[in-house]
T-cell receptor, first 114, second 116 residues
């Protein structure tokens, strides 16, 4: 099956702890994205990457970090600097670098703070 | 700043009627606009893309219009069914220079409830 996988489905973070959310795609897409969604809110862009070893900050990058060492993987680390990390995190990918391309989303990871 | 506005109030309609959802935007000059469907606890799923030179686009019971003068898109579901109940998001490309690449900004979405 082709698609985007995110793990884990639920993740619990303790105070002061860094946690990493996994995102993998086997669609051979160049671009990958991380969004955060809070209850009743829209999707807000955290980071995105167009090619391996390169990424750009989105609107709410503070307290997060990413890496893109492989085309198919784009993990997101929620650091202790992110004071309000409880949210639904969505990873997405897109085929090309040009516009007019649709984004494909993973099933999401729900992060909760203990 | 760039803004995408969708009706924040939920839309409740009766099965068989046409649902119409609105997306307004400011400070964008979009070449195209997209609509997505999101079910609770799941990632959004792409529905339709309409380009600036297309006034209307259809896919089965779905119809999207795009008015770049009004800066507005309308999303219609005809002969609505309870299975159409979901949140519908519109999305536009963020303004970025060519070096930054492309990413979508999303509206907050409108929740649609279709009752039998």
């Amino acid at each position: 099956d082709g698609g985007i996988t995110q793990s884990p489905k639920y993740l619990f973070r303790k105070e002061g702890q860094n946690v990493t959310l996994s995102c993998e795609q086997n669609l051979n897409h160049d671009a990958m994205y991380w969004y955060r969604q809070d209850p009743g809110q829209g999707l807000r862009l955290i980071y995105y990457s167009q090619i391996v070893n390169d990424f750009q900050k989105g609107d709410i990058a503070e307290g997060y970090s990413v890496s893109r060492e492989k085309k198919e993987s784009f993990p997101l680390t929620v650091t202790s600097a992110q004071k309000n990390p409880t949210a639904f995190y969505l990873c997405a990918s897109r085929r090309g670098l040009a516009g007019a391309e649709t984004q494909y989303f993973g099933p999401g990871t729900r992060l909760l703070v203990l | 700043s760039q803004k995408i506005e969708q009706n924040s109030e939920a839309l409740n309609i009766q099965e068989g009627k046409t649902a119409t959802l609105t997306c307004n935007y400011t400070n964008y000059s979009p070449a195209y606009l997209q609509w997505y469907r999101q079910d609770p606890g799941r990632g959004p799923v792409f529905l339709l893309l309409i380009r600036e030179n297309e006034k209307e686009k259809r896919k089965e019971r779905l119809k999207v219009t795009f008015d770049t003068t009004l800066k507005q898109s309308l999303f219609h579901i005809t002969a609505s069914q309870p299975a159409d109940s979901a949140t519908y998001l519109c999305a536009l490309e963020i303004d970025s220079n060519s070096n930054s690449g492309y990413a979508l900004n999303f509206g907050k979405g409108t929740s649609l409830l279709v009752t039998p």
